[in-house]
């Protein structure tokens, strides 16, 4: 089983920066996909990025030249810098590690404000 830990959410400015961080621990496999989902008040949980052991990442469309994800495999964590951020970028914003199952963290609230 694999535990995630999330931190760096927060309320910004429209404009703003944010980086969010995701520590897995636990039942670690080497060959994984790490990355985050996003869910905004009634909507579905949809993908931001995700990133792959070997450093292949993808993005979704909205956030493409906005977000960007990286990893240390040495330490299990994966990285989510947010710049630009807009109001449309507020959600609940979950980490996930993929290894035939999937895990999630228990979710960090970014709010972005006009």
């Known amino acids: 089983q694999v535990q995630l830990a999330e931190s760096g959410g927060g309320l910004v400015q429209a404009g703003g920066s944010l980086r969010l961080t995701c520590k897995a621990s636990?039942?670690?496999?080497?060959?994984?996909?790490m990355g985050w989902y996003r869910q905004a008040p009634g909507k579905q949980r949809e993908l931001v990025a995700s990133v792959l052991s070997g450093d292949t990442t993808n993005y979704a469309d909205s956030v493409k030249g906005r977000f960007t994800i990286s990893r240390d495999n040495s330490q299990n964590t994966v990285y989510l810098q947010m710049n630009s951020l807009q109001p449309e970028d507020t959600a609940v914003y979950y980490c996930?590690?993929?290894?035939?199952?999937?895990?999630w963290g228990q979710g960090t609230q970014v709010t972005v404000s006009s």
């Open positions: 996930f590690y993929r290894y035939s199952l999937l895990s």
């Open positions: 636990g039942s670690i496999r080497g060959f994984n996909t």
